[in-house]
């Protein structure tokens, strides 16, 4: 039957018409796709519905990032009101197009109303002003970000910035899941947001919002799957795809660089970032590894013997981390005289000292001087000065390039004032005798061993002082690192008492646990080392700092004479003279760098480790840094085309096995209907092979002209040889190899008339691919 058919047939090809089939040709492709179990109108709706159910989810997954909260329910309000114009437009049968048109107005109009309203018609219609205003948060907003820890203060323009994002997520996620009809690919927008809160919030995205973002995505997938005749390959893909966007979004939250948790940061060759996270003694740490040393003050000062440059302070631990606490802040724009030191009474001698800083590479929220401050001068944009520990911290502008003048006190108690102080301490430092309930039990053995005989706060913190000083401790950047305890956290600090090596972080931490489980308020101060004399002008001494002299030291608290520092830290630093039960030890120096009077004279730590080849590690460092991050976009890329690569790779396998005479016209047809699936037609497995050729052949147009003839000859080719397979008599197995060159022309012929879109979607999402019925199909053998 099928020779005497080729025969009739010019050039040795079938008819246009198969026998037995009826019906014109239609001038229009015609894709007849599944129809759905509900209407269109109500399946846009129930969407919408998951999609907002998704957004909530996304909200809770952002909780902690910022103070408050009024943001989470202004960002709240901005989802509804986007997915629900789109929805509304949907529900009124308004033309498709408007949805997402719609939707972004009203996103525009509700940000001016929450953010511009005085620069806009009635409120919220935008203006050109309105405009130059956007431009403006924008611009500060840049500063907040990089300036904010974690939680960050909802400052107008952050919150702008928040809130524009999360629209244009619950916009994008709208459009691509209802407008183009791929839900599952929204699972790609959620995963980016939730970039943010895995790699910035202590410990990641909390369980409980990364199960609700789980369930409220599969949601929207069960929604749209009942909204068509779903089959098993949409399933599995849209499975595939969710699970693929949680996981990269967990593998980049833990492992891309600059996402670390707990606020680490990159550090670039140029500059240091330092304590821009949440615990900035983790920075610390990082810079003081750096293998390059960079410069980051220079500064000249009238005091004889210069303390330390303090940024800020860290006094409260939340069991994980050491935080800085903000209090009452008041601010300034270029100059401002500082309110008093907290506790420091007017019978403690003090001397004014007079101190002019240039910042070069360093970029921090928090102003290094000398404490405590009195007053500063020559800042360029807006300050604030904190009540509690009189830090100075950055609204809109950083420490780079800044030059300023600082006026301060050098407090010079004496040890009869600090063991004369008592205990009884002011409501505002209670909080600085906070103990961790979990800490080890070792610190507070530790403490009382040490101080046994000590009958004062300031006996008890001399003899801390110099336990740590007593020849057993040394300074080591290694070997915390090395040893797996580099940390502030009690359990690191136990494994610290023990192994004896450490660095500053270390010292400072410790002794800051151990004064407090003996009762004494402490907290850590953190900031620069003086650094090294470069030179002397009269009674000024000019000093140079660089990214080696970040420094933390622990400070307690007496009543009368307020906070005091300490020195636990072998090698760095100067043990204060006040601490007259230990005797004071200067910093080392570098006797090679001594020179002629005046010369620069260079402190050594002990233990600093000395790298080599310094510019090599740091352009390894910066490549690592960059191969790591092109390593993840290709892992993402890798994902997404992954499905196109396998439907290609089958394509092609079942091709070949049938030119080169090995396979059957089950495999021809299956490959038939996997490509007619992937380019959105209908296959059902109970339509018979001659009703499904003539749906096909009505998708083509009769502009075709020879190409819809070669296309018909070759359909009718695989119908024949398909129902020769399954109705003819018993024999045969092999099907004629010319039916792999009939299976590329009918689907040419269907790819034409498909559109662009559509040959996309067959490519990148080939929806035939899991399914299960195509598989048994593809191995299916004639009957015996």
Aim: one cysteine or more.
């Amino acid at each position: 039957m099928v020779d005497t058919a080729r025969a009739n047939a010019s050039g040795g090809r079938a008819p246009n018409r198969l026998p037995g089939l009826s019906g014109p040709s239609s001038s229009r492709a015609r894709f007849q796709e599944a129809a759905p179990r509900l209407s269109v109108r109500q399946a846009d709706l129930r969407r919408s519905g998951a999609l907002l159910a998704l957004m909530t989810a996304l909200a809770v997954a952002l909780v902690g990032l910022i103070s408050g909260a009024e943001w989470w329910w202004e960002l709240l309000l901005t989802f509804i009101v986007v997915l629900g114009v789109a929805a509304g437009c949907r529900a009124l049968a308004l033309p498709r197009a408007l949805a997402p048109v719609l939707s972004l107005v009203a996103l525009v109009l509700l940000v001016t109303a929450l953010f511009a309203p005085r620069t806009a018609l009635l409120g919220f219609i935008p203006t050109p002003a309105t405009a130059v205003e956007f431009v403006d948060l924008v611009s500060r907003a840049r500063v907040s970000f990089y300036n904010q820890g974690v939680p960050a203060d909802p400052l107008p323009e952050f919150l702008f910035l928040i809130v524009a994002v999360g629209g244009v997520i619950a916009w994008t996620s709208d459009l691509v899941a209802i407008v183009l009809r791929r839900p599952a690919l929204s699972g790609v927008v959620v995963a980016s947001a939730l970039i943010a809160p895995a790699s910035l919030l202590d410990g990641g995205i909390s369980p409980v919002a990364l199960i609700l973002c789980s369930v409220a995505y599969l949601l929207l997938l069960r929604v749209d799957v009942r909204a068509r005749r779903g089959t098993g390959a949409e399933i599995a893909t849209s499975l595939s795809i969710a699970a693929g966007a949680i996981v990269v979004a967990l593998v980049i939250g833990t492992t891309a660089p600059g996402f670390q948790q707990i606020g680490r940061q990159a550090i670039p060759a140029a500059g240091v970032l330092f304590g821009q996270g949440v615990n900035p003694l983790i920075d610390l740490g990082a810079d003081l590894r750096r293998p390059v040393p960079v410069t980051v003050i220079d500064y000249s000062t009238t005091a004889p013997s210069p303390g330390y440059l303090q940024m800020t302070t860290l006094d409260a631990f939340s069991g994980e981390v050491w935080r800085h606490t903000k209090s009452p802040s008041t601010f300034f724009s270029s100059s401002a005289s500082i309110g008093a030191a907290p506790g420091l009474s007017k019978h403690v001698k003090t001397s004014k000292v007079v101190t002019e800083v240039q910042v070069h590479n360093m970029t921090s929220q928090w102003l290094p001087a000398p404490y405590p401050v009195s007053n500063v001068e020559g800042l360029n944009g807006s300050w604030a000065w904190e009540r509690n520990d009189l830090t100075i911290s950055g609204l809109t502008a950083t420490t780079v390039d800044q030059q300023y003048t600082v006026i301060s006190k050098n407090v010079q108690p004496t040890a009869k004032q600090l063991r004369d102080a008592g205990t009884r301490y002011p409501d505002s430092v209670q909080g600085d005798l906070t103990v961790p309930r979990n800490a080890p039990s070792v610190i507070r053995a530790t403490a009382l061993s040490v101080t046994a005989g000590a009958t004062t706060p300031y006996d008890m913190a001399v003899a801390l002082q110099s336990y740590f000083h007593d020849g057993e401790f040394r300074y080591s950047l290694d070997a915390p690192k090395d040893g797996g305890y580099d940390g502030d956290t009690p359990g690191t600090i136990a494994t610290f008492l023990e192994q004896k090596a450490g660095y500053c972080v270390h010292f400072a931490a410790a002794m800051v646990f151990m004064a407090r489980e003996l009762g004494i308020p402490a907290r850590i101060g953190v900031g620069y080392l003086p650094g090294v004399i470069t030179g002397t002008t009269g009674s000024t001494t000019q000093y140079q700092v660089t990214s080696d002299d970040l420094h933390a030291w622990p400070e307690l608290y007496f009543p009368g004479i307020g906070w005091v520092p300490f020195e636990p830290t072998v090698g760095r630093g100067t043990v204060p003279d006040y601490s007259a039960g230990a005797a004071a030890t200067p910093v080392p120096t570098d006797s090679s760098s001594a020179g002629a009077a005046g010369g620069p004279q260079r402190k050594l730590a002990t233990d600093q480790p000395v790298t080599g080849g310094s510019t090599v590690d740091t352009a390894t460092a910066a490549f690592s840094s960059s191969s790591s991050v092109a390593a993840v976009g290709l892992l993402i890329l890798a994902m997404l085309l992954a499905p196109a690569v396998l439907r290609r790779r089958m394509r092609s396998k079942r091709l070949a096995t049938v030119r080169q005479g090995g396979g059957t016209a089950s495999m021809a047809w299956a490959e038939l209907r996997a490509s007619t699936l992937d380019l959105g037609l209908a296959a059902p497995p109970t339509e018979t092979p001659r009703a499904f050729a003539e749906r096909l052949r009505r998708t083509w147009t009769d502009a075709a002209g020879a190409e819809q003839d070669a296309a018909s000859s070759a359909l009718a080719e695989l119908v024949e040889a398909i129902e020769e397979e399954r109705y003819g008599p018993p024999g045969g197995r092999w099907a004629d190899p010319a039916l792999a060159d009939d299976v590329v022309t009918v689907v040419a012929a269907l790819a034409a008339t498909a559109g662009l879109a559509r040959r996309m979607r067959a490519t990148l999402i080939p929806v035939s691919l899991l399914e299960g019925r195509l598989r048994a199909s593809a191995t299916a053998r004639p009957a015996a």
